[in-house]
């Protein structure tokens, strides 16, 4: 198992200035594109010890499981430097700066322009949460903000609770045909009263990709703002926060092969923007922690930084370490787009095969299209009824409205429990898949 750091030195991290990110050029790679994913999953611990070792995990859109450097960093956190911040003593100084260092990688993960846009918290529900009450105290009665019916409930149900406030909230529906929300019919919604407007940057239950920025572009043409759900996107593909403008972006630490942990971006002014969610002394431009109240949790922040490791690591086995950080973050999810696709590929071609399946979502695996969350129904069958057969294989996949059930419900799949869902990472294999597919083959 590779070890990231040895020791409790740490190297001092001074505050970063505003600054842009620019976007690089992919670096070129001495030993091509595939990615080796033997040596991925010799980073994950559950994959290769006793009691997890035999399962194959397909229940990834639920949550990942954690790579080694992030345990290694959390250990770390709590064995040398787990103290309150911000006191004149060295062992808080160090916590700090390694808060500090955590919060600035995050940054470039996301290539945002300022270390002071990023705030953590403890997951993407209660981010939004804080953010729709926040802004709910900007808006007046008769503005509007323009939902989805087909998100998941943490960018859906905090916007439309602003509607007791006076707000005027608007449902932009999925096109039951092709199963993709249009941006003709957002442009229908949209008017010069539009405030917000909430989405998510890929489905978890249809696994398909909405266009962000060309969203963006229009939602900004009125004067409002975005508010995107990166949560099904950011395990799978490279975030950038400046080449889709979006205001506000929220993802989960714990599906992106992290800890238990989450994060919201807003852009500075955006955020500056917005009243105090904190104690009654910080003010309003005390930006991230006039959102954190009692303070992001220390040890699950700085673990956030064995991510790092892990990516520096897939680039440096892949032999383009020598790239800046940012640049091997790009290349290294290019990798794992182009391998999920195979993945994709194996489990669609099998099951639009088969006569009484229905995909929930598009039936190819084109990464530009989709990332590898697979939903289908079975005609005349209940969903409920297949993951309980694939248990005793020691398969998890899982059942169910995934908090989607707004889309679930309009999709009339209600009455059947709603769909089965597949969901792969890269450090799932063909292999796996196979095995999936040898055991559903009779009971499809």
Not at 180 to 207: F, I, P, Q, Y
Request: net charge neutral; glycine share 6%; proline share 5%.
């Amino acid at each position: 198992m590779l070890t990231f750091f040895s020791g409790p030195v740490e190297r001092k991290i001074s505050p970063m200035p505003s600054q842009s990110f620019s976007q690089p050029s992919l670096p070129s790679f001495t030993q091509g594109d595939t990615l080796d994913v033997g040596f991925v999953r010799r980073q994950f611990p559950s994959l290769n010890q006793a009691q997890t070792q035999d399962w194959i995990f397909m229940d990834n859109a639920g949550g990942s499981q954690v790579a080694q450097p992030v345990i290694d960093r959390l250990n770390h956190y709590l064995l040398t430097s787990n103290v309150q911040l911000g006191a004149s003593y060295g062992v808080s100084q160090q916590a700090s700066d390694r808060l500090s260092q955590a919060t600035q990688q995050t940054a470039v993960w996301l290539n945002a322009a300022d270390v002071r846009e990023i705030v953590m918290g403890p997951s993407t529900s209660m981010l939004l949460r804080i953010l729709a009450h926040c802004m709910g105290q900007t808006l007046q009665p008769g503005d509007e903000i323009i939902v989805t019916n087909c998100d998941h409930e943490a960018n859906i149900t905090p916007w439309r609770e602003l509607a007791h406030r006076g707000v005027k909230v608007k449902t932009w529906r999925l096109n039951p045909d092709s199963l993709m929300l249009e941006t003709e019919d957002l442009k229908s919604l949209l008017t010069d009263r539009t405030r917000l407007v909430a989405l998510t940057h890929a489905s978890n239950v249809l696994g398909s990709l909405n266009p962000i920025r060309q969203i963006a572009d229009l939602v900004h043409q009125t004067g409002a703002m975005l508010c995107v759900d990166g949560v099904g996107y950011a395990p799978h593909r490279a975030v950038d926060v400046q080449a889709m403008d979006v205001d506000f972006y929220v993802f989960s630490f714990y599906k992106v092969y992290g800890p238990h942990h989450a994060l919201l971006y807003g852009k500075r002014d955006r955020l500056l923007a917005l009243p105090s969610f904190n104690h009654e002394f910080i003010g309003s431009d005390q930006v991230p922690y006039k959102f954190q109240p009692g303070g992001a949790n220390y040890e699950l922040t700085y673990a956030t930084l064995g991510l790092v490791d892990y990516v520096r690591a897939i680039a440096a086995h892949q032999g383009y370490s020598t790239a800046g950080l940012r640049q091997q973050i790009l290349a290294v999810f290019d990798a794992i787009a182009a391998y999920e696709e195979r993945l994709s590929d194996r489990l669609l071609s099998f099951l639009t095969s088969r006569p009484r399946v229905r995909i929930i979502g598009s039936p190819h695996s084109d990464r530009h299209r989709r990332v590898p969350t697979l939903a289908f129904v079975v005609d005349g069958a209940d969903s409920a009824t297949f993951p309980s057969q694939i248990d005793r294989h020691k398969i998890g996949i899982r059942y169910g409205h995934f908090y989607a059930k707004r889309l679930i419900d309009d999709l009339g799949l209600a009455a059947q429990n709603g769909v089965v869902r597949i969901s792969l990472v890269h450090y799932n294999t063909l292999d796996e898949c196979d095995r999936l597919i040898k055991i559903l083959e009779p009971l499809l």
